[in-house]
């Protein structure tokens, strides 16, 4: 079967297309849960680590305050988190996940897993773990090249 990407696509447009296929992928499988790809990472991060600053989640996916604003409302509008102002700090907001976000978080990691295993279908372990260190490089790279050029991700808003 003749692959559907053109050998003559950019790199960065292959990685475009694969994070664009993974957020269809993320929303279709959320969508029952009533949530979609760009609340996610939040999720997660929160699976992983508790009272945490919306400005952590900022920094942490490299998005703007907007767009994590945004995520962090629904999420909370939904009864997945919850957010608590600092008392040492006014401005500050740290997130909590809810009864409801702790139920739903194994559920997540199995739709991630789910997305890593069809992505990767034909490749060895090791083929695998070289392409997880390899875009970790890439990432760590392209990260490096935005503070080099003084750019920030959410320039322009």
């Known amino acids: 079967m003749k692959s559907p990407i053109c050998e003559d696509i950019p790199f960065g447009a292959v990685i475009s297309l694969t994070n664009r296929s993974k957020f269809i992928f993320l929303n279709d499988r959320l969508r029952p849960l009533g949530l979609s790809a760009g609340q996610f990472p939040v999720l997660i991060l929160l699976s992983r680590r508790q009272n945490i600053m919306q400005d952590t989640l900022v920094r942490h996916y490299h998005l703007d305050k907007g767009t994590i604003a945004r995520a962090v409302r629904k999420l909370e509008d939904g009864g997945y988190i919850r957010r608590i102002t600092d008392p040492s700090n006014r401005r500050a907001v740290r997130l909590f996940l809810t009864e409801k976000g702790e ?4 559920i997540l990691k199995a739709i991630n897993h789910e997305w890593e ?3 990767c279908t034909g490749l060895s372990e090791n083929e695998r773990q070289m392409l997880n260190a390899l875009m970790r490089t890439v990432a760590e790279n392209s990260h490096r090249c935005l503070q080099e050029t003084g750019e920030r991700y959410d320039a322009g808003k």
């Open 117 to 119: 295993e069809r992505i």
């Open 103 to 106: 139920r739903v978080t194994p």
